[in-house]
């Protein structure tokens, strides 16, 4: 469960004043973590299902409406926002200094971006197949062992042949982008175009983390930098169409900001949980606190509602603070059942995705590109009502099987 103790780290000048968090594994957020990836490569995968309620389906983006599949890709906003002050925190108990720690954030962000431009660029409708030299499951394929080569946690003999296989993955991406064509007639190379769930993600996690340095750990500098945000994205809709220059290119990143908004709020669901920079406290009056904060966010998304209907599709403001205020509350709950209800033993059973997180919402994309390339599809059958349903909640939890045989033999990808 939660180790007792916290870690008092000292910093180099640079680096701002954070917070001192609980030390070791926090069974509730990997519950979180875990249960989200679960949940993730189940509604993804029930993309296909028909005859079903639309409560399985993503909302339209005019339907100022939510289902719950709109509230995964949120959930895995915020467990970022949750890990934040903690990776932050780690990497300066290594002893990382200012530089070092900007530069492991960057790293982390481009490897994100890197990924959802390769994989939103591999989508039906962006590759023009006719001007490929290769299959674009084949050519996927290809990326997807890049990733492994340059992210993948292995042992080489020697740190050179280390850096040759990491180079050597650099090297194969770079080459995939040379074959890559795309457009109506082909003549496209990579483009960002939407930039891909993981994409979306690295942006709002690179902003996230600078924002969390700039307010040095502070709840109130947090919560207005998540209003800025909102305010941000409010400046957009109101100016934007008549702003030109460099201000409409600002303004045109709105959907960051409001993302980035979902991992703030994260961040602060952390800190009202596990940062001990005033002592112990009890967690009663944590749960208060993170109620405080969930009442909050339903009031603002509901009163922006009146200007900012629900929409995943826009990454309206409604749409963030009411998925935040969700997470908030379902974070509180596993805090009552693990924490205190001491009923832990069902996490073991999401771990493995809590682990690995990266593989699982990567490898779902590898079984696609294999069935493609050899002709393969699910049997119709399966693709409907309540059996397809059920079908791609038994398909996600192989995939939890297949990603803890891959975490036994240490086939994990870090970043």
């Not at 069902?346 to 490898?363: D, G, I, S």
């Amino acid at each position: 469960m939660i180790t007792p103790g916290t870690t008092t780290v000292t910093r180099p000048a640079l680096l701002p004043r954070l917070n001192v968090l609980q030390a070791g594994r926090i069974l509730p957020i990997d519950a979180f973590r875990g249960l989200t990836f679960l949940i993730m490569v189940w509604v993804n995968e029930m993309h296909g299902v028909t005859g079903i309620s639309p409560w399985w389906k993503h909302m339209p983006g005019d339907a100022d409406a939510m289902s719950f599949v709109d509230v995964v890709f949120p959930a895995f906003l915020f467990i970022v926002g949750m890990s934040i002050p903690f990776a932050i925190h780690a990497r300066i108990a290594k002893g990382d200094g200012w530089l070092a720690l900007q530069g492991h954030i960057a790293w982390r962000a481009l490897a994100l971006i890197v990924m959802g431009v390769f994989m939103v660029n591999a989508e039906e409708g962006a590759y023009h197949q006719a001007s490929m030299a290769l299959p674009i499951e084949l050519w996927s394929l290809l990326f997807y062992a890049a990733v492994g080569l340059v992210w993948g946690v292995y042992r080489a003999p020697s740190p050179g042949l280390d850096r040759a296989l990491r180079l050597l993955g650099v090297a194969l991406m770079a080459l995939l982008a040379l074959l890559y064509h795309g457009g109506p007639d082909g003549h496209l190379g990579l483009t960002p175009q939407w930039w891909g769930i993981l994409g979306l993600i690295g942006w709002a996690y690179l902003a996230a983390c600078v924002l969390y340095q700039l307010s040095r750990g502070n709840l109130v500098g947090l919560w207005l930098m998540l209003a800025g945000c909102v305010a941000y994205y409010a400046g957009h809709r109101a100016l934007g169409e008549d702003a030109t220059g460099w201000l409409a290119m600002l303004l045109s990143q709105d959907g960051h900001a409001a993302h980035t908004s979902i991992v703030l709020c994260g961040v602060i669901c952390t800190l009202i949980y596990h940062d001990e920079t005033a002592g112990r406290m009890p967690l009663a009056t944590r749960h208060v606190r993170a109620l405080a904060m969930a009442v909050a966010l339903l009031a603002a998304g509901f009163a922006l509602r009146r200007w900012f209907p629900i929409s995943k599709i826009y990454a309206t403001p409604s749409w963030c603070l009411l998925s935040a205020a969700a997470c908030v509350l379902v974070y509180a709950a596993l805090q009552a059942l693990i924490v205190q209800g001491d009923v832990d033993g069902w996490v073991r059973f999401v771990e493995p995705a809590a682990n690995n997180p990266l593989v699982t919402y990567l490898l779902p994309f590898v079984v696609f590109a294999l069935m493609s390339w050899a002709g393969l599809s699910w049997p119709a059958a399966l693709r409907q009502g309540a059996i397809g349903i059920a079908f791609t909640f038994t398909y996600a939890l192989a995939v939890l099987w297949a990603v803890s045989l891959l975490n036994r033999l240490n086939v994990r990808l870090k970043l």
